[in-house]
């Protein structure tokens, strides 16, 4: 069984920067792509980024230019860089996990989340 642990967040200003890591642990793994989503009070869970094992890089158009997801496979550990922070980036940030599996399948698996607040 592959664990999340997302660590950062916290309380920022407006235009302000904070990261965010999240460490997958377990034995016998391997994991395609991780990345972010983060989820708003009432509001559904939201794409942030994604990044392959190869490197390729997904974001959503409301991050672009201001978050950077990057990722070190030999430490099964991905990381989001936010810059010029909006109060509308203010959620819940999940990291998740993409598991390939014996047969050809996979499935995701989610971190618990972390608190990201940007007061304006």
């Known amino acids: 069984q592959v664990q999340l642990v997302e660590s950062g967040g916290g309380l920022v200003q407006a235009g302000g920067s904070l990261s965010l890591s999240c460490a997958a642990s377990?034995?016998?793994?391997?994991?395609?792509?991780m990345g972010w989503y983060r989820q708003a009070p009432g509001k559904q869970r939201d794409l942030v980024a994604t990044?392959?094992?190869?490197?390729?890089?997904n974001y959503a158009d409301s991050v672009k230019g201001r978050f950077t997801v990057s990722r070190d496979n030999a430490k099964n550990t991905v990381y989001l860089q936010m810059n010029s922070l909006k109060p509308e980036d203010t959620a819940v940030y999940f990291c998740?996990?993409?598991?390939?599996?014996?047969?050809?399948?996979?499935?995701?698996?989610w971190g618990r989340g972390t608190q990201v607040a940007v007061s304006s």
């Open positions: 998740y996990a993409r598991i390939p599996t014996p047969f050809g399948r996979e499935y995701d698996t």
């Open positions: 377990g034995s016998g793994f391997r994991i395609n792509a």
């Open positions: 990044i392959t094992s190869g490197g390729s890089t």
